[in-house]
């Protein structure tokens, strides 16, 4: 399974179950992955969508590699220790990529 299926699988799950995201605020999460480019985690009206490319409406931008990203899909990133040591880097509001992480932590 490729990052891309576990995050449309998470995606998936979101849509279906939006009780832990009902109450989120219409963001942009964009996504560089080192490897295979730019996308976007776009969270509507209680509902998520994975859109391809950059966003100039981000408000944080997660740059990782695909491993990393994938960790961060399955709730097994230490996303301090990551930020800390060049893992993750974050372009933004700090605090939305936490948020992320709740959100992910959340479907798990």
Do not use: C, W
Not at 3 to 30: C, G, W, Y
């Amino acid at each position: 399974m490729t990052v891309r299926d576990e995050l449309l699988a998470l995606v998936e799950k979101m849509n279906t179950n939006p009780e832990h995201i009902a109450s989120e605020k219409d963001r942009i999460f964009q996504i560089d992955l080192e490897e295979s480019g730019p996308l976007q985690i776009v969270f509507k009206a209680g509902q998520v969508e994975i859109v391809e490319g950059t966003s100039p409406d981000a408000e944080v931008t997660l740059i990782l590699n695909e491993k990393n990203f994938s960790k961060l899909l399955q709730n097994k990133l230490n996303t301090t220790m990551a930020f800390m040591t060049g893992g993750l880097k974050v372009e933004g509001k700090l605090g939305l990529a936490l948020k992320l992480q709740e959100i992910v932590k959340a479907y798990q």
